[in-house]
C-alpha cells in the first residue's frame, strides 16, 4: 500500500511540473508573437538579411574547390572556383588537388560574368545529375548539386563537398 502511495504521490508531482513546463512554454511563446517582439523582428529583419548577404558574398570571393564528375565517373579532378572582389565576374578552373588553398582569381583560366548567368538550378534537376546514373544512386549527391546555367545555354555543374559549405 505504501509503494503505491508514493507512485500516486510521485505521479501527482510528475504531473503538477509537467504542467507548470507546458504553462511556461506557452507563455514563451505568447511573448515571442507579442507586439514588441514582432516590431523588433521587423525592424531587425533588413539589417539581418544584408548581413547574411555580405557573409554568402564573402565566402564566394574566398572561393571553394569541388570535384568533377567524369564521364568514367573517376572523381581525381578538382574545379576552382571563385567571384572576384568587384563581385562581377565568377573565375573557375581545374585544380589538381584540393591542398592548394585559395587560389588567385587571376590564375584562374575561364571566366563568366555574373550579367551572363541566366539562372542558378539546383537538385534532380540539374543536368549532371539527370545525364549520371551513378549520382542518382547516391541519394546524398541530388541534394548537392547545383548548375549555372549561362546565356549560351551551357552549364557549369558542381557537387558541394557537404550540405554547409
Known amino acids: 500500500m505504501v509503494t503505491l502511495e508514493i507512485h500516486l504521490t510521485t505521479t501527482a508531482k510528475f ?3 509537467h504542467t507548470l513546463i507546458l504553462k511556461v512554454k506557452m507563455m514563451n511563446q505568447d511573448e515571442l508573437k507579442s507586439r514588441t517582439m514582432q516590431e523588433l523582428r521587423e525592424r531587425l529583419q533588413p539589417e539581418v538579411a544584408e548581413l ?6 564573402n565566402r ?3 572561393g571553394a574547390c569541388f570535384r568533377k564528375i567524369s564521364a568514367r565517373r573517376r572523381q581525381d579532378k578538382f ?5 572576384s572582389p ?21 590564375s584562374l583560366q575561364e571566366k563568366l560574368t555574373v550579367a551572363e548567368i541566366k539562372t542558378v538550378i539546383t537538385g ?3 543536368p549532371h545529375v539527370k545525364d549520371k546514373g551513378a549520382l542518382k544512386q547516391n541519394k546524398e549527391v541530388p541534394e548537392l ?15 558541394a563537398p557537404d550540405k554547409y559549405e
Open 15 to 17: 504531473k503538477a511540473h
Open 52 to 57: 547574411i548577404k555580405q557573409q554568402r558574398l
Open 60 to 62: 564566394l570571393c574566398e
Open 79 to 83: 574545379l576552382y572556383c571563385r567571384l
Open 86 to 106: 568587384n563581385h562581377k565576374v565568377l573565375h573557375y578552373g581545374d585544380v589538381e588537388d584540393l591542398s592548394q588553398g585559395q587560389i588567385p582569381h587571376e
Open 124 to 126: 534532380k534537376d540539374c
Open 145 to 159: 548539386a547545383f548548375s549555372i546555367l549561362y546565356e549560351s545555354d551551357e552549364y557549369l555543374n558542381f557537387i
